[in-house]
């Protein structure tokens, strides 16, 4: 069988590392910490990585998440694909909420 097809369908190689992982894992207990809210983890086809939740259970978030290792002010910018900001902000849109780019860098996180 071809690599990166199985039984006929595309099958792409997730991207996500177990320090990927426990990245999310860490920055998703922060956050919620800081801003009070349930953060959970979205399945992969939503293409945003959390979306946060008030006590009621109310979308609060849709939010995107990125480790980068260098600090604040080192570069001019942070890169998300077009293809994901699309999707994490139509999804933002469709729930009414707003949608957030979190970056953990090496001083910080920042949104």
Known sequence: MEE???EGKE?????????DLENERK??????KCWNFKIKKLPDSYRADFLAEDSDGKFQAVIEFKRRYFKHGDFPDVFMSVQKYLSARDL???LDVP???????DDG???
């Open 11 to 19: 099958v792409r190689k997730r991207h996500e590392s177990q320090s």
């Open 99 to 105: 949608f957030i780019f979190a970056v953990w860098l």
């Open 27 to 32: 920055a998703s207990e922060f956050l919620s």
């Open 92 to 94: 933002a849109v469709f």
């Open 109 to 111: 996180v920042y949104h």
């Open 4 to 6: 990166g097809f199985k």
